[in-house]
Structures are given as C-alpha cells and as structure tokens.
C-alpha cells in the first residue's frame, strides 16, 4: 500500500512481530513444543530398543523375554500416545487463540484507519488480507515453531543416544547426516518459495477482487453480455496461480526426494560403516542395528522441516501482507479536542487540494485549491459535472481524511484539531451510496441513535416521506432489509438513508444526491421537509438537479477539482457563467 510505503521485513523481523503479537501462547507453544520433542525421541527410542532386542537375538546373545520387549514397546507407546495427544491440544490451543488474537489485532489496527482504506485498497484485497492471510500466519504456530525445535533438538538427542549405545562413530555420521538433509531443506526451500508464494497470495487476492466485481455487477455482465470477457479474465489469472503453484509443487516434491534420499543414504553409510566396525571388533550388531533403527525414526524431525520449510514461505508472505495492513497509522490521525456545543455549525474549505492514491501509488488529483464557505445555519448547494469532485469535498468535511493541502473548517476551527467520533456526530455526511445491513429497518435506523424511540423513528420517516409505505408493508418497522438493503427499492434504501442522518440531529449535514431516485415532486416535498426538521442546521446539498434549488441561499459549481463560481442562484443563472451553462444544457430554468 503506497500510504504505507516501507522496506521488505526480514524473516527475523516478522518473526519477532509474530511472536510479539501473540504473548499469550507462547507458554503453550513451549509445552506443544517439548511435547513433540518427547515423543519424537520416545519413537526413536522404542525403534532403538527393539533393533537392540534383534540385534541381541540374532547373534544368540541373551536379551528381553518376548513379553517383557512387548510390555515395555506397549509402556512406552502409552507415553508417546499422552505425549502425542498433549502436543496435539496445546498446538491446537495455540493455533486457535493465537486465531483470536490475530483477528482482533489486525481489526484494531484497521478501525482507525475506516473509511479511508476502503479508497486506497480494494476490497477483495482487504478480505483477502483479514481471512486467508491471517489463517496462513496461523500455521506458524500451528506448524511450524514445534517442528522447529524438535528438528534441532532430535538429531542431538539421536546422536547422544547412539554415543550412549557405545556407537560414537556412527553418531558423528548421524549427526551430519541430519545436518546435511537440514542445509538442503533450507536451501531448496529458501526463497524460491517464498517469492512463489508471496505471488500466489497476490494473485488469489486479485481473483477474489475479480470474484466480488462479478457478484457485485452480475447486472451488468449479463447486460452486455461480458460473461466472455469475465471469464477470460478469470481464467487468465488461475493459469497465472497455476504456474506459482505448479513451481511451488515442484519444490515440494524436490523436498520430499532429499528428506528419503538422505534418509536412505544414512541407512546405507551407517549400515557400511558400522559393518565394518562390527569386522574390526569395534562394535556390536544390537549398537549398529539400535542406530540405525533410530536414527530412520528420527528422520520424523526431517519430516517436520519439509512440512514446516512449505508452510513458513506462505505464513512469512502472509504476515509481510498483514503488517503493511496493521502498520498503516490511524486515518485521520487520533487525538483533538472535542466539537461542543449546539445549534448550527459553519463549513468551510481553505484552499484545499487531495489526490486519491491507488494502490499501485499512482495519484490522481480530485480537488485543486478549493475555497468554499456554508456559514452556520444556511443552505448551499454544491453542483458540477460527474467527478468533478463534489463526493470527494463532502467526505473531507466528515474527515473520512484530511486534506493534503489547505484546511477544513468545522465551526470556524481547523477540522484536522477536531476529535473525529464528536466531528461525525454535528457533521453527518449522507453518502450517495447508502449502505442497509441485512436486518430491520428499525435495526437499521437505529445505528445512527440506538436509543430512539419508535415515534422517533416514525418521525424521521415522515421527514423522508417513507412513513407511509412502511405502514403496508406486512411486517412494518419489522420488515427485513435484505442483503445490503436489496429487499429495498433504490428510492426508499435512499429515503431510508436520509432518515437515519436524521434521527443524529446533526448540526451540519451534508447530502449527496440524495434525492437522485426520486421524481421531482417527490424530491421538491423531502427537501422541503428536511429544511423544517433541521431547523436551524447547515445543509450543504449535492445534486444534479440544478434547476431545482428551491430554498437554497447560496450555489457553488465546481468544475474539474476546482470551485469555478459561487454566488445566489438566482443571479447565476441570469449570467453567463459556469452555473448558467449547466442549467441551460440541463434545459432548466430557476
Ligand atoms: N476511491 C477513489 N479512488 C480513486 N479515484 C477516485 C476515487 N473516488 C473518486 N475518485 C475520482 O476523483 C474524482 C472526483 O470524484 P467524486 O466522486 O468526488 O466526483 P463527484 O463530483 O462527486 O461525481 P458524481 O457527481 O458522479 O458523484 C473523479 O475523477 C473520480 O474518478
């Protein structure tokens, strides 16, 4: 993200960040950890003990009875099976809060940051961010860290076991058996992978992107007959994964060869070695076959790396993702002093400029030195051609962020000094794009005034000129509003919308097109309305009906990113300026 910019972190850095974030489970990671370690060691052991037992048999030396070796196999595999079952629940435990805390931390960091990430990044990739990334870093802890260690401390604890059996030389080889199976693990899992799968991830979040463009515009798909070109576009990008993944594979099968590969390259150098120590008189069948035994079962750490060295790329890729996610700073910054006070406030803009910033860094300039006012209490509009910058002007005004250049003037102080939470509630900013969640229309006025009553909520109704068709609707108030307000017509999620700013008793409100669905008669009685409920508040109106601007004092055109003529609208439009051409190419007069 270009409003994050920063250098790669090392695989120690995101290390530490990982477990910094997750305190809490390290205590458990430690007993997952040596949980492994036992069991692991109690397989080599077990293995150990009977290839001593055979050892002991076939050269007719006297050993355990059959009932005894099978008692202490059974003892000892009643331990590994506890052990293995402790290892399983704290690893488990671990992977499952260190879920929890994750998830919290990454919303906690993207809180401060809404709404405006939402226009820096896209919204698959955010998703894609706060789910899949965030399970893939989980298999860290799952997967990774206990395999870790048991890869470091089985060899050795392998390796002392065979010393201890009277085997030293064959320990040596053991041990740089494992050492050498360790280094080609590494190697060919380095950074091939990791590059592999920091594009996979990209490319899996720019399907979900595409995905949720499909969902979202399947109206438009099917209207101009895109399925073709969607497709295409699909398909372009999982041939794109398949070719990470299908590298990615390779790796993984590369892996697998060298963890049996050197497995059975040690049987063979220990089985040739110790063959001739066993010659020399050296050392004894039970010790060469003990060792050898173990140390094949101690190749279940190599095992564990291969896993551990597939897994890791994904969850360091993922956690590189997160960080730049969670390392963004609070937008707008945190802090200021509380708006108090009542009665209407004033809105003005000082020379203000703001480029939206993709997510690939390049900028693109909406606003141009902008300097408008909205003294308290009076009602402007604000009009001009599509994208010339109106939406982008109100949002500041809310301090969904704050300007580049100039300032924002809340009350006659610099909104970037104002405490957000108290700026939203006098300023309320009615977007164009009303969102209704999937619940009640009384659920969902109520976001803005939880405590409202229901006459309170019929008041606003009334306001919006809705009342009315909520009182047939079966249900009433009661009535589902469907996945983002979808069970809604687009005129009442709007008047819905209008109602609820209401119901905040805002000081200043700012409407984007919100009458746009509408027809005239309708819209002309909503405004009217709205004047009346609001009393003395500032209004400061969005709209593209330029000839309908009854009641408002003052009209600002903007033109391109910048406010090109301001005046009476009465006046305006008997001149020869830009609000005078709007209103004769939209064939209106005032
Ligand atoms: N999230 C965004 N990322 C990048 N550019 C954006 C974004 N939102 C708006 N823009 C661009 O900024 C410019 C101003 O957009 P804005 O929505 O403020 O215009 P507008 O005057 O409100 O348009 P309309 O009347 O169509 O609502 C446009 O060129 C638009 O393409």
New binding site residues.
């Given amino acids: 993200m270009s409003r994050n910019e920063q250098k790669p972190a090392s695989i120690f850095t995101l290390t530490a960040w990982m477990l910094s974030l997750t305190r809490p489970v390290v205590a458990p990671l430690a007993i997952s950890s040596l949980a492994r370690i036992a069991d692991q060691m109690l397989g080599v052991v077990m293995l150990a003990y009977a290839g001593w037992q055979v050892g002991l048999f076939t050269t007719g030396q006297p050993g355990h009875s059959w009932l005894t070796v099978l008692g202490i196999i059974a003892g000892l595999a009643l331990v590994k099976a506890f052990l293995r079952y402790l290892e399983q629940f704290t690893g488990h435990f671990v992977a499952f809060k260190a879920l929890e805390l994750l998830r919290r931390f990454a919303y906690e960091k993207l809180y401060p940051q809404a709404p405006a990430i939402s226009?820096h990044a896209r919204t698959g990739d955010l998703l894609s961010r706060l789910t899949r990334d965030i399970d893939r870093i989980e298999v860290f802890y799952a997967h990774t860290f206990a395999p870790m260690m048991s890869a470091i401390a089985v060899p050795i604890l392998s390796a002392v076991l065979a010393w201890w059996l009277e085997a030293g030389s064959l320990a040596l080889i053991l041990l740089g058996m494992y050492v050498l199976a360790l280094v080609l693990l590494i190697i060919v899992g380095g950074m091939n992978a990791t590059a592999s799968s920091g594009r996979i991830l990209r490319t899996r979040s720019e399907i979900v992107n595409q995905a949720s463009d499909i969902i979202h515009g399947h109206d438009e798909i099917a209207g101009y007959g895109l399925t073709d070109i969607m497709r295409g576009r699909l398909n372009d990008l999982n041939s794109r994964l398949l070719v990470d993944t299908r590298r990615l594979h390779t790796l993984y099968g590369v892996r697998r060869a060298i963890t049996f590969g050197t497995m059975l390259a040690m049987a063979a150098v220990l089985l040739v070695v110790g063959a001739g120590q066993v010659n020399a008189g050296t050392l004894t069948i039970p010790a060469l076959l003990a060792t050898v035994a173990g140390g094949m079962r101690g190749w279940e750490a190599v095992r564990g790396v291969e896993d551990f060295s597939t897994f890791i790329s994904q969850s360091f890729a993922s956690a590189a993702r997160l960080r730049e996610l969670a390392q963004g700073e609070p937008v707008p910054p945190a802090g200021g002093e509380e708006l108090s006070g009542s009665g209407a406030v004033a809105l003005a803009a000082q020379d203000v400029s703001y480029a939206?910033v993709?997510p690939s860094g390049s900028k693109?300039e909406?606003l141009r030195h902008v300097s408008l006012e909205v003294p308290a209490g009076q009602w402007h509009a604000l009009v001009?051609a599509?994208?010339?910058?109106?939406?982008?002007?109100a949002t500041l005004f809310a301090r969904y962020e704050d300007p580049a250049e100039g300032a924002i003037m809340v009350a006659e102080k610099d909104a970037s000094g104002i405490e957000v939470a108290s700026l939203r509630a006098a300023v309320v900013y009615l977007s164009?794009r009303t969102h209704m969640f999937n619940d009640t229309i009384a659920n969902n006025l109520r976001l803005a005034a939880p405590d409202a009553t229901d006459e309170q909520l019929w008041e606003v109704l009334e306001v919006a000129q809705i009342a009315d068709e909520i009182r047939q609707m079966p249900d009433g108030l009661d009535t589902k509003m469907g996945e983002g307000g979808e069970a809604v017509s687009g005129g009442q999620r709007q008047r819905f919308g209008l109602a609820r700013a209401l119901l905040q008793h805002p000081r200043a409100l700012i409407l984007d097109?919100a009458t746009a669905h509408l027809n005239d008669t309708l819209a002309q009685q909503v405004r009217r309305a709205v004047r009346n409920y609001l009393g003395d508040a500032t209004i400061l109106e969005?709209t593209?009906r330029v000839s309908e601007l009854d009641g408002v004092q003052k009209v600002h055109v903007?033109e391109r990113g910048e406010v090109v003529e301001s005046g009476i609208p009465a006046e305006l439009a008997g001149g020869s300026g830009a609000f005078a051409s709007l209103l004769n190419r939209a064939g209106g007069t005032l």
């Fill in positions: 226009r939206y993709d693109h909406a001009g599509t994208g010339c910058g109106k939406s982008t002007l164009q097109e969005i593209h903007m």
